[in-house]
């Protein structure tokens, strides 16, 4: 835990529950609308007309929204007590956050490569990250199209889409965790082999 972060959770916690949970659900609504401004920005100078009609007369983004913020802004209040409780007990072994990320590392690292570069490659780096990356890698190809097309309405078309959209977001996460890989490496063999 950084100290701009921990005096962030000292200022958020001193206004008591209610008050931090009211300040933390504002802060949320803002982004949304920022977001939301954005989006509308983005989707203006694309020219998706059509899409941008729907997206706007859409409720169902601003209901899961409205659903979830407090849901989210409840649970910050409690997490943040938690994280400095656990901030403190460090303190007095003499312990940091980044002591026990290391350690954590080192732990989880050792039995991750026994399974081999194959298998971190391909479950984690290209079935996981790839299912994340799939949203934001869709979005992306479909504002890169110069008007919003109308034969993505036929079935067939939607299909091969949604398969070239899959598959790009496979191959992404694949290379980047083929990357990581590298990296965890070298990264375990400094931190429990430190002269080398």
């Not at 303190?91 to 350690?103: C, E, V």
């Not at 398969?163 to 992404?172: G, P, Q, Y």
Request: aromatic content about 20%; charged content about 20%; overall charge positive.
């Amino acid at each position: 835990m950084t100290t701009r972060y921990k005096r962030f959770l000292i200022w958020f916690t001193r206004f008591g529950k209610v008050k931090a949970r009211i300040i933390h659900f504002v802060f949320l609504c803002i982004a949304y609308f920022v977001f939301l401004l954005v989006l509308d920005y983005v989707l203006g100078i694309t020219k998706h007309t059509s899409f941008n009609k729907e997206w706007r007369n859409s409720i169902s983004f601003s209901l899961f929204f409205f659903v979830c913020a407090p849901f989210v802004s409840w649970r910050f209040y409690d997490v943040a007590l938690i994280q400095l409780k656990e901030y403190r007990a460090l303190a007095k072994k003499g312990l940091t956050r980044a002591d026990l990320s290391r350690i954590s590392f080192v732990r989880t690292w050792e039995h991750k490569r026994r399974k081999g570069i194959a298998v971190y490659c391909f479950f984690e780096g290209g079935l996981v990250l790839g299912m994340f990356l799939l949203f934001p890698v869709s979005l992306l190809l479909f504002l890169s199209l110069k008007q919003y097309n109308p034969m993505y309405y036929t079935f067939a078309m939607i299909g091969i889409s949604i398969t070239k959209n899959i598959l790009l977001s496979f191959t992404i996460g694949l290379i980047i965790f083929r990357f990581r890989w590298s990296y965890n490496q070298r990264r375990f063999k400094r931190l429990t082999n430190p002269v080398t």
